[in-house]
């Protein structure tokens, strides 16, 4: 699995995560992904949407994550995950904890007034 | 394969037989029991999914059972440092998919466990559980079994309307 990291308007943070984020593809990103996303107050876009299989491992990276996020101040949202991988996010309650965007524009909308810090 | 029945291809079905059934089709892999052996059972389940042409969100519901079930045995289920395998056995029957999960860990009924009450927040959360919520969800059916000192979970997928689909 794949992890790509870019700095968009605002302060924003940008992750493209790509490939299958099942018990391997989880570990391959998880050190790199906590460490950008739990170690500051941020706001983050979480882009799914090359990302063609989710497990419950890779669920509960995006969701502790997003509490240690919550906890300083900032926030994560997803955006445009594939149909399964939303059904799946939607089945395990994920999307009424991390806001799920289909729109960069909005995404970034949804992070407005969390300054990086 | 040794069971009755389990021939998978009759090619030479007599012509004077009216026709019947397509035969049934089946698969099966023996894993350690290890976390770095899902990649290789998601390939095996895969390759059983192409040569059935299966919709895609069936091959994904039917992979996310596979992969969430075999974690939990692996994390859950064994008390010594001693090998374990897993058998994996895939059935095609009409337009439905078996998948039976055959462990030698300690008894584990994960149908039988609560399902948890939905958080309403992120502070609320709970990390974990998820697993077995989303094999319920995902499946069209699932049973256990404990058998002869073994786990059986049966999962069956059967297809679903779903985005982009006709319903």
């Known amino acids: 699995m794949q992890m790509d990291v870019s700095e968009i308007d605002g302060g924003i943070q940008h ?3 790509s490939g299958r984020m099942d018990v391997a593809g989880t570990q391959a990103i998880d050190l790199r992904f906590t ?3 739990a170690s500051r107050r941020a706001a983050i876009v979480v882009d799914l949407a090359d990302v063609s299989f989710l ?4 669920m509960r990276t995006l969701l502790s994550s997003a ?6 101040g900032g926030r994560m949202v997803l955006l445009n995950p594939q149909p399964m991988v939303a059904d799946a996010l939607s089945t395990a309650g994920i999307d009424t904890l991390i806001p799920v965007h289909t729109d960069l524009g909005a995404a970034c909308q949804a992070l407005a007034g969390v300054a990086a810090g | 394969m040794g069971e009755p029945g ?7 079905r007599d012509a004077t037989l009216p026709p019947g059934p397509p035969p049934v089709r089946q698969a099966e892999l023996r894993i350690p029991g290890r976390l770095d052996q899902l990649g290789e059972a998601s390939e095996w389940l895969a390759r059983f999914a192409d040569t059935l042409a299966l919709p895609h969100e069936m091959r994904y519901r039917l992979d996310l059972g596979l992969n969430e079930a075999v974690t939990n045995v692996v994390s859950h289920g064994y008390r010594d ?3 374990h395998a897993i058998r994996l056995r895939l059935s095609a029957d009409g337009d439905a998919v078996t998948l039976e999960i055959e462990d030698d860990g300690v008894p584990f009924d994960p149908l039988a ?3 948890s009450a939905r958080p309403a927040s992120l502070a609320e959360a709970p990390i974990g559980g998820l697993g077995i919520q989303l094999i319920r969800a995902m499946l069209d059916e699932c049973r256990y079994r404990r058998e002869e000192g073994r786990n059986r979970l049966t999962m069956v997928a059967r297809p679903r309307p779903g985005p982009g689909q006709a319903p």
């Open chain 2, 6 to 12: 389990g021939a998978t291809v009759s090619p030479a």
């Open chain 2, 113 to 115: 466990a609560t399902p």
């Open chain 2, 81 to 83: 440092a001693g090998e």
């Open chain 1, 55 to 58: 497990a419950s491992i890779g």
């Open chain 1, 15 to 17: 992750i493209r995560l």
């Open chain 1, 35 to 37: 460490a950008l996303t």
């Open chain 1, 67 to 72: 509490k240690a996020l919550a906890m300083k």
